[in-house]
């Protein structure tokens, strides 16, 4: 079983950066293809960006592309997700979560095993 632990979030103006990071612990972290979801307020949580298992595919959310970028660093166990050019729409809590069935690539937050607290990204106008 896998424990993760975001970070990074904060408050940021329209047009601003942000860095978020999760750590892994408790597994094999080459195991888990990881992803990147965000719940706003009163909304559903979705699916940001989905990195394979050592980093040669990764799938965005349409809202993000180009903007966002996630990597991932086996060696520390760290997914990162750089948020570049931030809209008051990204505000979110965001979750980085872990997925150990790789095979097929997921976008629903129910399909995905083990997930992180979240970390408040707020981005004002």
């Known amino acids: 079983q896998v424990h993760l632990v975001e970070s990074g979030g904060g408050l940021v103006q329209a047009g601003g950066s942000l860095r978020l990071s999760c750590a892994a612990s408790?597994?094999?972290?080459?195991?888990?293809?990881m992803a990147w979801f965000r719940q706003a307020p009163g909304k559903d949580r979705e699916f940001v960006v989905r990195?394979?298992?050592?980093?040669?595919?990764?799938n965005y959310a349409d809202s993000v592309k180009g903007r966002f970028t996630i990597s991932r660093d086996n060696a520390k166990n760290t997914v990162y997700l750089q948020m570049n050019t931030l809209k008051p729409e990204d505000t979110a809590v965001y979750y980085c979560?872990?997925?150990?069935?790789?095979?097929?690539?997921?976008?629903?937050?129910?399909?995905?095993?083990?997930w992180g607290q979240g970390t408040q990204v707020t981005v004002s106008s």
């Open positions: 979560a872990a997925d150990g069935d790789t095979a097929i690539v997921k976008f629903r937050w129910y399909e995905y095993n083990y």
């Open positions: 408790g597994g094999t972290f080459s195991n888990y293809a």
């Open positions: 990195i394979s298992r050592y980093g040669g595919s990764t």
